[in-house]
């Protein structure tokens, strides 16, 4: 049974493996102030382009999102995501379990643009209401669409007018950067938005995420928050290392390119079988309406989600690519594919 | 520069490496649903010598604590701990940050017993004060004492005479476990307290800790609390993996037997250079009197925290030893020590 | 000018005045242990034909629902309402920053049914999201409809096959009982529902919520929440003077029976003008639809919210009656509508 | 029976009464936005001597602190009192359930000095530790001890050095400002603290506590909090109208002269009786220790706290005196005391 469900499948690059194995026997201070993990930090300061922003470094996703958002609004703050944003669906409550609110936008593709927000902004008007104070968004979304550097530029623009805090959840950020319909790099990440994160957990490390503070005024005391939230890894070298590998060169973009590469072959092969997707994701995610009885079959040999019913007789379906994945398995599942097609 | 200033500080024992190694390309489910997690839990319950215990892998202690503590009590209800407790002092008001008082007792050996947790009951009486629910204690404490059978029997009634429930920090419980002077084993924690954890991160893991609920009334939707905490890793093999490596024979101990083998080596030969200490410990951390000028020369070479001045030219110092403490290492820092009161 | 804003424009009935500068002078016991407020509470229990339900009195809504909902919901479970529910639109995220999550509900009505809730049991199906577990309506709704005692009855069972409390807001709830189209009575709520409130402060009192727990399991230690919410009144007896007499007759609804008429006599003179409503309202707020320029030649003369623009030239407002609206005023008012209609 | 149990005990004084009764019918707008409250903010803004103040008017105490440290105070930060203020000892957690930890200073006479205060800060020194932020003070003391203005003067200097809040809750600011010992005036707290309240519910009015942040830097977006809290009175004139007949004259001050006065004869009977105090009170609370025969004695005929065992056969109780307690009952009560005594 091979597993499309998520890029969190396998274990870690095997470079990383190795430069845990080599600094195995060190001895390091704890929590993050080991020479590892500051040589990452210097290395992806320099990707970003910028010498002043404060990064620091976490085992998890939710635990990023929570601590962050915690961290820069008062009580009375609420963030604002578009309805698929993993905090509002897929953290358990775990903002409003720090005491906030998050304000649900509905769109279609995942992505937040200016105008999607001014009514959110519009309808709030006194202290009857919380206040919305920030933008969350992922990149790419939670459906696979990315962010052109325009919109990102408008959202950039529109948050700065309405002092909203701007902040990326970049759980496939190497993906999304990656993409072939991408216009993007890291440094413009970091002149456009207050705050966004790295993601390693879904791109070939064994866990961590690497938030980058961009703005001033939401730096002071953040480790105090990172322990807070239980956060603060106690052999946090483990993080350095891994950052430190992923981007003393170009094997983090490398491993995303993986991701999108099968994903792009799934997706040619898909379509030349004649079926259609449920929406256009240009990143290591995609969602192909299939057969019900297809999709049986096909589960029998191949673990996915099945994300929703379209109709009475089709689903669509989750297929994600990931670093490790090999065009052999993705081939393999493309000849399933046909062949239980073709016997329908 | 040799460290003593944690049992954090290398990475970890070779066989979790191998194990880790070994698994590392293989595909598992995320979240802690994988076959190494579910062996791992098979293992340790048998060792606790209970089928009916529920276990659940975090990755580090005040995690483990704030989600513990935020699940079992209700928002009106508080924590109970010694003066010395590592949620009192150490964990940056985590346990207050979801919305529960710690109520501190001030011990002089870091043990809570009865007849300090009654007085505390006592002066609780009404709906203006929180209502003590939960004892915590560690065993070890933080300033290394352990409890006894009989000392955590007593504790143990006295919880249940009195609806508390007794959750046991075992950030260092392997040391605990394996002191000359402990007469306990993991089957009597079992028995004897609702809730406890055997720590890995300071006892030979990269990362880890095993949560053991014992009373059902405190199992339902655990893991809900511990998404919600940012706490469920996704690729919650890597936990697995590490405490099946650490039980499937005595490793966990060995590991355990080591630290607190260097230990009392230095305190056996600390002793013999004439040096008394703050507080009896029988784990894996000890508290030398030194004088401020010894102390001075020997952090030239080693690292470790100087706990508190006790006089105008003393002061004692916090020694830990670990899983990866060489004898070799505690015997230069004896010479070290020797030549330097010498020369004073 | 005079106010259609709300249902707390004026002070209080004579008669609670009467009962408090009675009492003034007297020594009480605080905090809600006096005689007045034990009294209220068994009169109260009578009406609502148990002797076993608890009631305990707060000054506001928003502090009695989230006082409510943080006592009876553990950390990872959410509350559902409406749409437009108070706690989700009006308590500037009250609920959330006691840590729990409100799932809105798109309903066109302001009412919930079994199969509006339904869905969003089914979507919540494991720990990475929160576990639904109160169903949270008004009575009357924010938008002035009423529930069937029918309806009630079914809520009642799916909540009870569900395992979720039912807990009404009974803000205005003397409105809906009193309302010509109601069909029930507070005992059918003792019965029907986990926990609701009878509102004091848009109902003639000061101020004062007297909220009901039927459900045993929800009783234990409540007035701990009530004390930690700083709910908890010093001069409880302020509270418990006030429902005595408005449960030692009638009075509680000859206000509730005021307001109606007051709003039926609105409803039916708009209509006669031609005009027609925003939605069926059958308590005291309605909302007639009307021309822009009308609206802003009654705003010279008269206060009341614009509730939201319905097309180019027309918009809904919102005219909320009261205890002690006189049908005067409602005269005096329907007579500039038509006028200001005559002259349009 | 005759209650000295506390200061809160009867309704409010006549002239409060009166003004209530005279609006009763008036329609004002709600929450706080109606010229009662309006004209009451001016007129304390005048006796304070700063036009540029926030006032905020509450319905009680526990109400106002955690609001206030809530909307103060960022999440890892920490609140300081002394071990009997309010905050850490009668208010059921509720700082703490607002996601603050507050840290507890042993002294003796209630009082919180630089000297006190300056060992907390000291031990607070990294990220492992919450962040000491604001010192909580309130004049008087729960033993009824006040703070001299040079005291204060020198608690400013120290948190402003320090980067403290400094927040007086002034429950009882009525009686210290009115004592033979004070020599501060209102003013002097607008100059020295960054936020204090001034009580009304302990000095004659039904209820209301008026907020007044003196600190430009904590004004921001305060109502938010105030709602969010569910501390927003609807009929927000009922504090509004009380504390503008507090104000408008020397009412306010009037009410505390008595209660002072009723203690200041307690103590001088008490003391000729033959007894002592367990502490110096020159405020409305008397502590004298009486035999515990006596004590039974006195409580067959008034009501009273038994505050702490002194030795085996006598105690320390409370005796409360407020703005209505006659002279009349107080002499009574020393009647009784002298007749049990002589019998005992």
Partial sequence: MYSFKNDYSEGTHERILKALIESNLEQTEGYGEDVYTQKAIELMKERIGRSD????????????????????????????????????????????????????????????RPEDIKPALDAHTDEHMVKPKMV??????EIGSIYSKNELELLSKFCRENKLILYVDGARLGSALCSEENDMELSD????????????????????????????????????????????????????IQFLELFKDDLYFDLARNANAMANLL?????????????????????????????????????????????????????????????EEVLGFIENLKKFTVNK
Same sequence: chains 1, 2, 3, 4.
């Fill in 189 to 240: 990440l970091g002149k456009l938005v207050d705050a966004f994160y790295i993601g390693g957990t879904k791109n070939g490390a064994l866990m961590g995420e690497a938030l980058v503070i961009c703005n001033d005024s939401l730096k002071e005391d953040f480790r105090f928050h990172i322990k807070q939230k239980g956060a603060l890894l106690a052999k946090g070298r483990l993080l350095g």
């Fill in 53 to 112: 922003v404060d990064i620091h470094l976490f085992v998890g996703g939710t635990q990023t999102n929570l601590t962050v958002i915690s961290a820069f609004l008062r009580p009375h703050e609420a963030a604002i995501a578009a309805n698929t944003g993993h905090i509002l669906v897929h953290e358990t409550g775990a903002i409003e379990a720090t005491g906030h609110k998050v304000i649900s936008i509905k769109v279609n593709d995942g992505k937040l």
């Fill in 136 to 141: 969350y968004i992922s990149n790419p979304t």
């Fill in 267 to 327: 997706k040619k092969e898909i379509t030349a079988a004649g079926y259609k997707f449920l929406t256009h994701s240009p990143s290591n995610q995609v969602f192909p309406i299939l057969p019900d009885k297809l999709i049986e079959k096909l589960q029998a040999e191949y673990s996915f989600y099945i994300w929703e019913k379209v109709d009475e007789y089709n689903s669509a379906v989750r297929l994600v690519t990931s670093w490790a994945t090999k065009e």
